[in-house]
């Protein structure tokens, strides 16, 4: 489990950031420019492409961790 913000006008970055470390699960925030919105909240197409592309980037880490854990459990 991994917490993020999907960036717009009613997100909260620090609440995010906040609710990963009172659970104690990773916060992936990938923080990108010149992100618009097609409805003043939702990210427009191309926004989301790039937003999720730095977050993909940014999760693989966490994943690899997750990943080799498991199977360290195994």
């Given at each position: 489990?991994?917490?993020?913000?999907v960036p717009s006008q009613y997100a909260?970055?620090?609440?995010?950031?906040?609710?990963?470390?009172?659970?104690?699960l990773p916060f992936v925030l990938p923080r990108i420019g010149n992100l618009t919105t097609y409805d003043g909240s939702h990210l427009s197409?191309?926004?989301a492409e790039r937003w999720t592309k730095a977050f993909v980037r940014e999760f693989e880490p966490v994943l690899d961790r997750?990943?080799?854990?498991?199977?360290a459990a195994s």
């Open positions: 489990l991994v917490i993020t913000v909260s970055p620090r609440v995010g950031k906040e609710i990963a470390e009172t659970l104690g197409l191309r926004s997750c990943m080799s854990e498991g199977s």
